[in-house]
């Protein structure tokens, strides 16, 4: 019996020849990643332990995100004990306001990701990484504190669920409407403990960004980890960002075995998908654009893990036009990192955005979790870009949050209401390579 | 020992434990908020010994230990589900959150039941209707970390600190 990618990591890092399914493996971590909401938790735990430093400054990563910039003394406090920390252990990938962004967008920006590792990661969101073909996944603060002492985890070997997409997507379709069509599918725990390895023809059109939209959103399966086998863009992006920051390291591409596996195979046929719309307050609430209501808009945000990338931008940029933003309508505008936010801002995405009545802000995770920078109050409707729509994630226990791509999210802030962007913009965005500065 | 409170499927970390109250990790504060969107009188009702009982993929979302620590901290002894998100697992045995996969418990317990959780046992008793259920048993390697008290005293004997 063959294997797949992620048994081949994990035995790889666990110095075994194969790794069965369901056997608990001690894997060796490439890096560990922590944000300002887990880092100050995961140091009190790490001290506990009683280890005197992290095991390898260099494999560490802390990043403010969440909270950041502070948005209360509390939270500013959060940051001070990551920065502190950061200091003392003389961690090298320690990203600040203003030198970072959100995590699991800057990760791969900054080359600390590649093929072939095992990332683990105090987000849930973790998952993301996957997408460049490592095993990467989330766990809590204790875990974390675990890694930065011994240097490794535990992990349970995942069976893979395999999902084939066929077919060349429709002009307004990116990874976004592939994920949440599978969602809806198999259910907010239809991949539960699995690894989602995401393969098919339909990954020749999908740019590196689309392909980490697919793997983002594994956790809203349930899944441990999603994840895609290195093809030639994998290689070409990662070879890309390495000579862009500077930062190289030996890595090594696993692909699965043509025998391997599967406890689950799930076809899509992408030539049929509409842009989708998770209605509120599951992510699996998802459905074709079409069907879905009319929905009268409070506010459009366009950020987060899951869709603030260079290219989300350009499409909403597209999708706006010489438009403005409906009367009645917030629309917050949150790039991912500052090298999205500088290169968005170098193809003039900010001002037209702002020139339309948007709110543009600096990176932070803020409002995707109801943290800042456009909580919603009771009752209000909400088009994002995001990956959750749960009860009270973004805000009040009663505001109603409607999950989409961003073309059709700017299509709500011009209509004012959800709506198929066509019915905004006739012409599709043009697709372009994406390349990002720095 | 303690009185069931019942709950749904996918009852997600942002219900447990809101991100508006993750300035904190002191599980008296958090406590005082647990699952306050789901469910406003849980934190005032909720008495130590009590058990949180609920469908499956329970703590899906957010990877925020905050979770079981705010259950936790509001007393109860454990969470029966008919299955666990696997970071809230993980957080749940690192934290010292007793949990029990048990379908069968779950649709053979009311709101307001007496249930008794023996986690080691692997067994979960009503002790309102006498009925007693069989826990899925946990991994070995996950009970050698419930055994040694969570993750930070196995982690300290495994780098040999005193």
């Given amino acids: 019996m063959g294997q797949t990618i992620t048994q081949k990591i994990l035995a790889a890092h666990a110095g075994q020849d194969t790794a069965r399914v369901g056997d608990i493996v001690m894997c060796k971590v490439d890096l560990a990643m922590a944000n300002d909401v887990t880092a100050f938790p995961a140091v009190d735990a790490f001290r506990k332990m009683g280890a005197p430093a992290v095991w390898d400054r260099s494999k560490v990563a802390l990043v403010a995100s969440h909270f950041a910039p502070a948005k209360d003394i509390a939270s500013a406090g959060l940051m001070t004990r990551m920065r502190e920390f950061a200091a003392e252990q003389d961690i090298e990938h320690f990203f600040d306001v203003g030198r970072g962004g959100i995590e699991h967008i800057l990760l791969p920006e900054e080359a600390l990701t590649l093929p072939g590792d095992v990332v683990i990661g105090a987000d849930s969101h973790s998952c993301t990484y996957g997408a460049l073909g490592c095993f990467s996944t989330g766990v809590g603060s204790t875990d974390i504190a675990a890694v930065w002492a011994t240097g490794e985890i535990w992990l349970r070997v995942p069976e893979s669920m395999k999902i084939v997409y066929s077919g060349r997507p429709g002009p307004w379709i990116v990874g976004k409407d592939l994920i949440l069509t599978v969602i809806g599918q198999i259910g907010d725990d239809g991949a539960s403990y699995m690894a989602m390895e995401h393969t098919g023809d339909t990954l020749d059109h999908l740019s590196i960004d689309s392909r980490l939209t697919l793997t983002n959103m594994a956790i809203e399966a349930g899944a441990k980890s999603g994840i895609i086998p290195p093809d030639d863009r994998t290689l070409e992006y990662v070879g890309q960002r390495q000579t862009a920051v500077s930062r190289y390291r030996d890595f090594d591409v696993y692909l699965s075995d043509e025998d391997a596996d599967y406890a689950r195979v799930v076809d899509i046929d992408v030539s049929a998908i509409e842009p989708m719309v998770a209605r509120p307050s599951l992510p699996s609430r998802a459905v074709p654009v079409s069907e879905v209501p009319r929905v009268k808009v409070d506010q459009v945000f366009i950020g987060s893990c899951t869709n603030a990338r260079i290219e989300d931008l350009r499409i909403a940029a597209h999708v706006l036009g010489d438009e403005r933003v409906a009367d009645g309508v917030r629309l917050m505008v949150i790039p991912a990192t500052q090298r999205v936010w500088q290169q968005a801002n170098n193809e003039g995405l900010l001002d037209k955005f702002a020139q339309a009545g948007a709110s543009v802000s600096t990176p932070t995770c803020g409002a995707c979790l109801g943290a800042h920078m456009g909580v919603l109050g009771p009752g209000e409707v909400c088009v994002s870009t995001s990956n959750r729509n749960y009860v009270g994630r973004m805000g009040d226990a009663t505001a109603q949050v409607y999950l989409a791509n961003p073309a059709v999210a700017m299509a709500a802030a011009v209509a004012g209401e959800l709506v198929h962007p066509e019915e905004v913009r006739a012409e599709a965005p043009f697709r372009e390579e994406v390349v990002l500065i720095g | ?162």
């Fill in chain 2, 1 to 162: 020992m303690g009185k069931a409170f019942l709950y749904g499927d996918n009852v997600d970390t942002d219900v447990i434990i809101p991100a508006r109250y993750l300035t904190t990790s002191d599980e008296k504060e958090l406590a005082a908020h647990a699952l306050e969107d789901l469910d406003p009188t849980f934190a005032t009702e909720v008495q130590p010994g009590d058990v949180v009982v609920a469908g499956s993929n329970f703590g899906c979302g957010s990877s925020r230990e905050h979770a079981p620590i705010a259950l936790k901290g509001a007393g109860v002894s454990a969470v029966v589900a008919k299955s666990f998100a696997r970071i809230f697992f993980r957080n749940a045995i690192n934290t010292g959150l007793s949990i029990s996969v048990c379908p069968a418990a779950v649709d053979g317990i009311q709101a307001g039941h007496e249930v008794e959780v023996d986690v080691a046992g692997g067994r979960v008793e009503n002790k309102t209707t006498g009925q007693s259920f069989v826990a899925e048993p946990l991994p070995e390697f996950v009970m050698d970390i419930v055994n040694a008290g969570g993750m930070i005293p196995y982690v300290r004997t495994k780098l040999g600190v005193a």
